[in-house]
């Protein structure tokens, strides 16, 4: 069972969910409806989805938006159900890692985990990373320092960086 909720943010909608073992998803857009739509699409094949209201889920809504609009006052990691590659895990893993108010490139991020020549793989599990704000891949930029490939906009990653102290 997988329970979800949208809620608004100073960035837009975000729409949180969860599942027994943790948060899955954490998806950002500008209408509601249509982010309902294109997760509710994208987890056809996955377990039933509800997103009626439970006081469990919106207290881990509310954590995810602080993240948002405080990212100095984040609290503990929040415990997440992360599905994908061994390699996408690593790469997810290096992720959390990147300290708040600073940035690191996708190759320096390859070399990081040990797979300097796999700098398109990495993009590429950044890009796959369900759950924002979670897992920072809004930290990652491009080697000439630029923003690019985030897949909840440019503008929002750089509000996320602003916001955590970070040059964008």
């Known amino acids: 069972m997988i329970r979800a909720a949208i809620a608004s943010s100073s960035l837009g909608s975000v729409l949180v969910a969860t599942s027994e073992a943790g948060v899955c998803a954490v998806w950002m857009g500008d209408d509601p ?11 056809a094949a996955h377990k039933e989805v509800s997103f009626a209201s439970d006081p469990a889920l919106a207290d881990v ?10 990212p100095g006052e984040a609290a503990r990691p929040l415990p997440l159900d992360l599905q994908g590659t061994p390699f996408q895990r690593k790469v997810w893993s290096a992720l959390c890692e990147i300290p708040m108010g600073t940035t690191t490139t996708y190759r320096d991020l390859a070399a990081r985990i040990g797979a300097p020549a796999a700098v398109r793989a990495v993009a590429g599990a950044c890009a796959r990373n369900q759950v924002a704000i979670a897992i920072p891949c809004h930290r990652v930029v491009r080697s000439d320092g630029n923003l690019s490939g985030y897949r909840w906009g440019i ?8 916001r955590e102290g970070a040059r964008a």
Do not use: G
Not at 155 to 161: G, N
């Open 33 to 43: 409806d249509a982010l309902r739509s294109l997760f509710l699409d994208s987890f």
């Open 61 to 70: 809504t509310a954590k995810v938006i602080a993240r948002i609009e405080r």
């Open 155 to 162: 503008a929002r990653k750089k509000a996320l960086l602003v």
